[in-house]
């Protein structure tokens, strides 16, 4: 079955760089787009934007433009988020989705999320 | 941006009740609307899609209706594992999502 497992949790300093991984498995990693989503405590979840999975084309929200880099490694079927210059605020757990469905799309499945800290 | 206003922000409710679920779009997004089912430490769960379709897998007693900027999830007869957060989300151009809705024994 389609399965996307991200990695674990982090803790990191203020002004530091936090990259987290989405391995999939169970189809064609090429055929889909990821995207990435954020949800901080008590916030919605935040859509940050997606990676083609077939080629290097991006598409980030405007709020995080400039400080995230979404790439992916179609040999590992792996997609990857790396988000910079942290503050108190990028404290979220961040979670990778698969597009699907086309037009209109969906996500589907979810990875389990990772748990981002940024803290003194 | 769109924006999705999501209500109530939280439900409690019974064993076999029905419950529904309401998101507002800012903006006519069509049929664009997903709903899911998030329960703690695990991942997001597809329920339905482009408003209506029920995602394989899922119980018939969930179900969306909607278009527009209007939508809504129903769930009838609830069960004990039932018990979660549901949000809805719009794919008309960037995502973005209503603010849950935590239903509870």
């Known amino acids: 079955q389609v399965q996307l497992v991200q990695s674990g949790a982090e803790v990191k300093k203020p002004g530091a760089s936090v990259k987290v991984s989405c391995k999939t498995s169970?189809?064609?990693?090429?055929?889909?787009?990821m995207h990435w989503v954020r949800q901080a405590p008590g916030q919605r979840l935040e859509w940050m934007g997606w990676?083609?999975?077939?080629?290097?084309?991006?598409k980030y929200s405007e709020k995080f433009q400039g400080r995230v880099t979404l790439t992916r490694d179609t040999v590992a079927d792996t997609a990857y988020m790396e988000l910079r210059s942290l503050t108190s605020e990028d404290t979220a757990v961040y979670y990778c989705a698969r597009d699907d469905g086309g037009v209109p799309y969906w996500f589907d499945p979810w990875g389990q999320g990772t748990l981002v800290t940024v803290s003194p | 941006d769109i924006q999705m206003t999501q209500s109530p922000s939280s439900l409690s409710a019974s064993l076999g009740d029905r419950v529904t679920i309401t998101c507002r779009a800012s903006?006519?997004?069509?049929?664009?609307l997903n709903w899911y089912q998030h329960k703690p430490g695990e991942a997001p769960k597809l329920l339905i899609y482009?408003?209506?379709t029920l995602q394989k897998g899922v119980p018939s007693r969930f179900s969306g209706s909607g278009s527009g900027t209007t939508f809504t999830l129903t769930i009838t007869s609830l069960q004990a594992e039932d018990f979660a957060t549901y949000f809805c989300q719009q794919c008309d151009g960037n995502p973005s999502f209503g603010q849950g809705t935590k239903l509870e024994i």
């Open positions: 990676v083609n999975g077939a080629n290097e084309n991006t």
């Open positions: 903006q006519s997004i069509g049929t664009s």
């Open positions: 482009a408003a209506s």
């Open positions: 169970g189809y064609s990693f090429t055929g889909h787009a």
